[in-house]
């Protein structure tokens, strides 16, 4: 199914939790919701499963406006944090609960149920309840609870932030792999970049109640519309300085650091406020030779992380650069409080226009 918003407002009192939001999701695919706390991520999702109403705008499921129609006749599937199963139930009970409601008969709910905790991987459980599930388990029957109505729309609400960092990225996997396999039209939730990353199709990165950019992580990632997204997706050093030269859709930034060079994201103004933002991947270090083309910087930190090493490079002003330096194994390896200088190939970095705080 194809869901569609249009100019959804939605405010609560004085809080305009959702500020004027256009989105379609397409059929099958795994679109995320990604942004701070606040950002009207959940309030999305209660909007698409019909717990609340928009203020302004209208909501469409493959064209169809919903406005009006219950929760329970949207066909829309739902896993929420804590989204509590009954405690008292059994795992099997859990999942057969909504079948039940809908007066299924009683083989064809042992089929459906037995059915859905095989795709989960929960079979062999059925007689447990809740209690004696690891929090994983319980997600997964959440998981199996919301997919055996055979929802034609499924949403996701940080399904996996109460879990530890293992589970959460082996259940992460497994969510999309089901996804696909099912073909699902999924909304997911998360503030976690790196979920987001992996999970999705296209993410929706939002902020303060609109959409700031959308596009496949890879776009994201390698061209973030504005330093927002640059910050919030993936790992950003910021460099601000004021703009020096312009030609040819690059900038030079005078910095406090020193003159760097990026593509111009935006449109910049000479002399105005900009901001350089270049990933810790696309740094190099050198030892520090007084020749060396970059900026001049003192190691502060460095962290063996084994398929790479992070260093924190204090450059001058003050700042501190994020420096990864992948399979270090016979690169230089240096050491807390050593000189060193930092460049990057300006084409791995963008400038954008510093932002009105
Ligand atoms: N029922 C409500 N009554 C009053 N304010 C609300 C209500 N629901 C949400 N808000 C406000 O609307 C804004 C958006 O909330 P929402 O729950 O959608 O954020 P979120 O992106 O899901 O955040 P989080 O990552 O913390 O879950 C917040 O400022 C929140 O305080
Ligand atoms: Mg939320």
């Not at 959940?42 to 019909?50: C, D, Q, S």
């Not at 499921?61 to 219950?70: A, E, I, T």
């Not at 776009?219 to 997706?233: H, I, S, T």
Request: proline share 6%.
């Amino acid at each position: 199914m194809r869901v569609r918003l249009e100019g959804v407002v939605k405010r609560f009192g004085a809080t305009t939790a959702l500020a004027g939001v256009s989105q379609e999701i397409r059929e099958g695919e795994l679109f995320t919701l990604l942004g701070p706390s606040g950002c009207g991520k959940t309030t999305t999702l209660r909007i698409l499963a019909g717990f609340v109403d928009p203020d302004e705008g209208e909501v469409y499921f493959d064209d169809v406006p919903v406005r009006g129609v219950p929760p329970a006749e949207r066909g829309v599937g739902i896993v929420f944090q804590n989204y509590a199963l009954w405690p008292h139930m059994t795992v099997f009970d859990n999942v057969a609960y909504g079948l039940r409601l809908r007066r299924m008969p009683t083989a064809e709910v042992r089929r459906r149920v037995e059915q859905v905790l095989e795709q989960v991987g929960l079979l062999g459980l059925e007689d447990r309840t809740p209690g004696q599930l690891s929090g994983g388990q319980q997600q997964r029957v959440a998981v199996a609870r919301a997919l055996v109505l055979n929802p034609r729309l499924l949403l996701l609400d940080e399904p996996l932030s109460s879990l530890d960092a293992k589970v959460r990225a082996r259940l992460r996997s497994e969510i999309r792999r089901l996804q696909q396999e099912l073909r699902i039209t999924t909304v997911y939730v998360t503030h976690d970049q790196e979920e987001a990353m992996v999970i999705s199709d296209r993410i929706a990165v939002m902020r303060d109640g609109r959409v700031a950019q959308v596009g496949t992580p890879v776009e994201l990632y390698e061209r973030p519309a504005d330093l927002f997204v640059a910050d919030f997706v993936g790992t950003n050093n910021l460099l601000p300085g004021t703009v020096t030269g312009l030609r040819d859709g690059w900038a030079e930034l005078a910095t406090p650091a020193g003159v760097v060079r990026g593509r111009a994201a935006r449109p910049l103004q000479s002399g105005g406020r900009a901001v350089l933002a270049v990933r810790p991947e696309a740094l190099r270090i050198s030892d520090g030779t007084p020749a060396d083309v970059g900026v001049p910087g003192r190691v502060a930190l460095s962290q063996y992380l084994g398929s790479l090493v992070r260093y924190e490079v204090e450059v001058e002003g003050g700042r501190v650069l994020l420096v990864d330096v992948h399979n270090p194994k016979g690169q230089i390896v240096l050491r807390p409080g050593q000189r060193t200088t930092v460049s990057f190939d300006p084409e791995a970095a963008l400038v954008f226009p510093e932002e009105a705080p």
